[in-house]
């Protein structure tokens, strides 16, 4: 009697294969104990990239898993299946004893969304930016490998705070109350909010000479202005906002007045004179009223 013939052994991905590196950082993820979309900001990579990478459609790239045993406190050599780890390979629930708050990559990104702030978006030297953290270049390029990374990041995290303030706040079923609290939410108050209205201001320049980081603002600035869209057109079907507004034109109108008026308010002298970030709330609340109101 033939007997059945035995099944093919299970083969397990090579140790640094695209597969087995997914798996270790799947892992990690885990152990985080956050949701993936908050795994990925913390180590300040795009949730797409991310998912794409943990599902084996794209490689991970060196300075990302640099930055993800960075912030997460993993072996990074266990990570890139290059050695056992000597430790345990994952720190559940925390991060590297040594690691500023947010983890080192938060750090440098946060300091530097602060010095294109202060100084603009082609004055930053990577120098700069590893005296703010107090490390060393060489720390900075091991997170960022180069200047065109480290700036991509910045604005990353800009457009990601930004969206984080705006979806705390969209839970309001009247239209004309979301549209007022996002009209506040871009009315620079705090110190933070002007850093990254000064950034913003960079950034329209680097979206007139269409260079890569350009880019990234024309796109989030299309879905900003579909978000404003999307409250005036349930507005106008509720009967909130007048009959027969186009959203679509009306949204483009109103985020030209915030950009405009919030321009004024940034180049408004410290001794109080120009335009304060009162008078562009209340200017913007006139048009609503003025444009909207039935």
């Known amino acids: ?69 960075d912030t997460a406190g993993a072996d990074v050599g266990w990570l890139l299946g290059a050695r056992a780890p000597q430790t345990a390979p994952v720190r559940r629930g925390g991060r590297a004893a040594t690691a500023p708050e947010g983890g080192r990559p938060r750090q440098i990104v946060r300091e530097t969304v602060r010095l294109i702030a202060e100084r603009g978006f082609h004055a930053v030297r990577v120098a700069d930016i590893a005296e703010a953290c107090a490390t060393s270049t060489a720390a900075v390029h091991y997170h ?37 609290r996002l009209i506040e939410l871009q009315v620079p108050y705090t110190e933070q909010q ?15 000479r269409s260079t890569a980081v350009g880019r990234l603002h024309v796109d989030y600035y299309r879905q900003w202005r579909d978000t404003v869209a999307d409250v005036l057109r349930r507005g106008v079907d509720q009967g909130v906002f007048r009959p027969g507004t186009d959203p679509q034109t009306a949204a483009l109108s109103l985020t030209a007045l915030i950009d405009g008026l919030a321009g004024q308010v940034l180049a408004a002298a410290p001794d109080g004179g120009g335009t304060s970030a009162r008078a562009m709330h209340d200017a913007l609340l006139a048009h609503v009223a003025a444009t909207l109101t039935p």
């Open 1 to 69: 009697m033939q007997q059945p013939e035995a099944p093919p052994p299970v083969r397990e991905p090579p140790p640094d294969s695209a597969a087995a590196v997914a798996a270790r950082v799947r892992e990690v993820v885990a152990a985080a104990g956050v949701s993936q979309r908050e795994f990925a900001r913390r180590v300040v990579m795009d949730p797409s990239k991310l998912s794409r990478s943990l599902g084996g459609t794209r490689r991970f790239t060196a300075a990302e898993l640099a930055r993800i045993a």
């Open 144 to 180: 960022f490998p180069g200047r065109d990374d480290l700036l991509e990041a910045a604005v990353r995290w800009c457009m990601d705070e930004d969206t984080a303030r705006r979806a705390a706040r969209a839970d309001d079923p009247d239209p004309a109350a979301e549209l007022h």
């Open 194 to 208: 002007r850093r990254q209205w000064l950034v913003w201001v960079d950034l329209w320049a680097e979206a007139a």
